[in-house]
């Protein structure tokens, strides 16, 4: 079954800690995406890669890193940096829409981050 | 003032109602719209897109979006139990540009 991955489901972080989170797909998307979800707010874009070995800040990429070695997969680091980092993170790929564009079409199960 | 507003509800209805899902946007120039739908604990599902106006049926679902009022819409006919998840409406400029979402409705549709 084609689809994107997460892991670990739930994670706890301790303070002062970095975290990875994992995102790899099977769908042969270019296009993949990460968004933190918090309750109220919507979700909101941190980092996107259009191809591999590139990728582009979202609106709030501030104490947030990732990587874009292969074309599946595309890990989000939680830093120490970032001052609230308990969320539920979402990895997301695009694909063509006939009209010519493409959106997030395929989520992942997601992440909840806690910290404690 | 939001981009994108959505009734966070929760809103409740009796299985077989119809359902109707609203946002508003302020940015004319969004030219795709979504909908998805999300489960609890789960990642968003995409339900339906819309390319400009008009509307798009989907068997029991149908969008609707009307540019000139900045609004768009989604039912649900003779809705199920299983309907029961959030719905977030997303909206996007170009075909490769970042999607917008909003906040989410919250439906329960009651047996």
């Known amino acids: 079954d084609g689809g994107i991955t997460q892991s670990p489901k739930y994670l706890f972080r301790k303070e002062g800690q970095n975290v990875t989170l994992s995102c790899e797909q099977n769908?042969?998307?270019?296009?993949m995406y990460w968004y933190r979800q918090d309750p109220g707010q919507g979700l909101r874009l941190i980092y996107y890669?259009?191809?591999?070995?590139?990728?582009q800040k979202g609106d709030i990429a501030e104490g947030y890193s990732v990587s874009r070695e292969k074309k599946e997969s595309f890990p989000l680091t939680v830093t120490s940096a970032q001052k609230n980092p308990t969320a539920f993170y979402l990895c997301?790929?695009?694909?063509?829409?006939?009209?010519?564009?493409?959106?997030?079409?395929?989520f992942g199960q997601g992440t909840r981050l806690t910290v404690v | 003032q939001k981009e994108v507003e959505q009734d966070p509800g929760p809103l409740s209805v009796p299985e077989g109602a119809i359902v109707s899902l609203n946002c508003t946007y302020s940015?004319?120039?969004?030219?795709?719209f979504m909908w998805y739908r999300q489960y609890s604990r789960k990642g968003p599902e995409l339900l339906m897109y819309t390319y400009s106006s008009g509307n798009k049926e989907d068997g029991r679902f149908t969008a609707q979006v009307d540019k000139s009022s900045k609004y768009i819409s989604l039912f649900i006919r003779d809705s199920q139990p299983s309907d029961s998840a959030t719905y977030l409406c997303?909206?996007?400029?170009?075909?490769?540009?970042?999607?917008?979402f909003g906040t989410g409705t919250k439906l329960q549709v009651i047996p």
């Open positions: 997303a909206m996007k400029f170009g075909g490769y540009q970042k999607v917008t």
């Open positions: 769908l042969n998307h270019d296009a």
């Open positions: 997301a790929s695009s694909s063509h829409l006939g009209t010519g564009g493409n959106t997030e079409a395929f």
């Open positions: 890669s259009q191809i591999v070995n590139d990728f």
């Open positions: 940015n004319s120039a969004f030219q795709y």
